[in-house]
């Protein structure tokens, strides 16, 4: 598989820093000035409007510009149609909506006052004229209302449109607007491009200034999206950057899979143009998309699989208006679930974790998700360590969760080589004790986040986990619930991952450093690998074991290079070192034991393997293990682990 892009930034959304239009700008003067006095402007612009409209509407009747004036029940007309349409207008709010960001639905609104104002003044017209003395209403052309109500749309809706085009186009040729904002082709005329390309031309402070379209669909090539040429498919992007003169690429399709995605960058990087991008759907929960969430590529956007937009059947009933609680909660995948669980609407997340500050900082986003409506439920987190066994079940016999996330572990490979004990601790003893508190508890599931390193490890990461795979098996079938394990590979970004180190090297002029150039692993992104441990969740029987679907391994050398061909450099130039495999890593990284049988699920990146059968004294070879890491032995502690782990999977396979 090629490598795979990624820029050197954050994961914040990045923008172009424009700052605000400044009111000194002479259009900006003038549409404050416009705006503050809309109201008795658009009274006047309708008396005029709507008296020219009547007078157009009898001429053209008659065909003659002369006839309305020997009219004699004209005049009469024309005064009830002018205070019926006052009224009307008034009562619809067509003198105090603010026009500059006028849509779909105040055009509905005009259509409909201007109906109702001509059947208004119609009924008032015929009724008045049939009184006796009153001039006979024969003499007048029926054919004149619906010809004066069609002219009264155009003038009612085209002065107050005109207010919402003048405005884009005075912030569009703003000075500010015109040094800052980059002229950008949109790769992509679909649903969300056209969004952006609407959200761009109100939003100039988001420096996009959008100039073409470029779409692969035939169909697409030639016509006008949203005000924009589409010129052609990626083929035509050097014509596209000619005929324009843009300056970035912006690909502006959410599901795109991530060669589609290669593809699109590897020709504007050719031409020498920026490249950005919108988010993929698992990112955008609110399902909003706008010029100010647009960013640069990252590795993951280069990597990702076709998206996957529905949950398997039975996860929505599985956390809404339920109790939800996720341990590791502050961690790259315990956040990311707490996210997707709290867009669902859970009536209570729970999150645990030892780490303050960023559980401190998720209990925030979460807050401000529920005052933008991108989420529901209330949020408790609490400090805690799953290592200890009498905390853990006063906490969740006090919490009674419905469902379980064990997201908690130690994770680093070289680093838990040198403290086995710890690893123990937290992963073997951390997960016994939540399984035991959570079935004195009765909470009906429970899923332990796993690793691709379990299978057949060779460091103590791998094998802790092993035996918490089997400690959840062996729960599962003690108890027949749906006590459940996914396994699956590295995350992209996820803290003291690869990504995160290799921007680092580069931003500070270092030579990037790899384990071998043979080297590949397994990766999937964050909200692909939490929604798909969602899945699980309703998926699971007692005693499962799923895998997620990675796709195919990638060479960790791949993305260092690619890595460096988006941040502007030439990877053959950038210093490349091997500093070769540290203790307890493999060169390749495998998902499941020959033995596995691998079945598919009704979520098609969610398999189901048929797990081998725990040890009947799993629990009390635990226990074994965790009282010799309270000794100073950690070199036999180690040696123990993994003769354990590789004696147990020996018998089965």
Known sequence: ????????TDRRAATVDVGPIRPSDPAVRWLRFAEGRSGFLLVFADLVGMSLASYAALALRFESFVMPMRTPAFPL???????????????FGLYSCSWRYASVPDLVRVVVAVSLGSALAAGLFYATTLTPGSVAATAFPRAFWPLEALLSMAVLGGARFSIRAGDQVALRLGPASRALARPTILYGAGAAGVALARSAA????????????????????????????????????????????????LVTMPSAPGPAVRRAV????????????????????????????????????????PAITDHAAGVDDLVRGRTVLVTGGAGSIGSELARQVFAIGPRR???VDRAESPLYLIERE?????????????????????????????????????LIFHAAAYKHVPLLEDHPSDAVHVNVGGTMALLDAAIAADVERFVFVSTDKAVRPTNVMGATKRIAELLVAEAARRTGRAYVSVRFGNVLGSSGSVLPIFREQLENGEP?????????????????????????????????????????????????????????????????????????????????????????????????????????????????????????????????????????DADWS
């Not at 598989?1 to 050197?8: K, V, Y």
């Not at 399902?287 to 590795?299: L, P, Y």
């Not at 990877?571 to 495998?590: A, F, M, N, W, Y």
């Open 1 to 8: 598989m090629p490598g795979a892009f990624a820029d050197t």
């Open 77 to 91: 007309a024309l005064l009830i149609l002018v205070g019926a349409r006052l009224v009307v207008n008034l009562g």
């Open 202 to 249: 109100r939003n100039p402070g988001a420096g996009i200034r959008p100039v073409a379209f470029l779409d692969d669909d035939p169909a697409r090539r030639g016509r006008i999206v949203a005000g924009l040429r589409v010129i052609g498919g990626l083929a035509d992007m050097r014509r596209a950057v000619a005929t324009t003169g843009a300056r970035s690429l």
């Open 266 to 305: 590897e020709a504007a990087l050719a031409l020498g143009l920026e490249v950005r991008t919108v988010p993929p759907l698992t990112d955008l929960l609110d399902g909003s998309v706008d010029a100010f969430r647009v960013r640069q590529v990252r590795v993951d956007d280069l990597l990702r699989r």
């Open 349 to 351: 997340l729970v999150l």
């Open 366 to 402: 979460l807050g401000s998700r529920r005052r933008r409506g991108q989420g529901s439920g209330e949020v408790c987190v609490h400090l805690a360590n799953v290592a200890s066994r009498a905390e853990m079940e006063r906490f969740v016999r006090r919490e009674r969760p419905n």
């Open 512 to 648: 990037l450093t790899i384990t071998d150039p043979a080297m590949t692993r397994y990766f999937m992104t964050i909200p692909e690998a939490a929604w798909l441990v969602l899945d699980a969740a309703a998926l699971g029987r007692d005693g499962d074991l799923f895998v997620l679907d990675m796709g195919e391994p990638v060479r960790v050398l791949d993305l260092a290079r690619d890595l460096v061909r988006l941040a502007g450099r030439d990877p053959d130039s950038q210093p490349i070192e091997t500093v070769g495999l540290r203790p307890g890593e493999k060169l390749h990284e495998e998902l499941f034991y020959d033995a596995e049988r691998v079945r598919p699920t009704s979520s098609p990146k969610v398999l189901r393997t048929h797990a081998a059968l725990p040890p009947p004294g799993i629990r009390d070879d635990a226990r074994r293990l965790l009282a010799m890491a309270t000794g100073a032995d950690e070199p036999g502690l180690r040696a123990a682990v993994l003769e354990y782990v590789h004696e147990v």
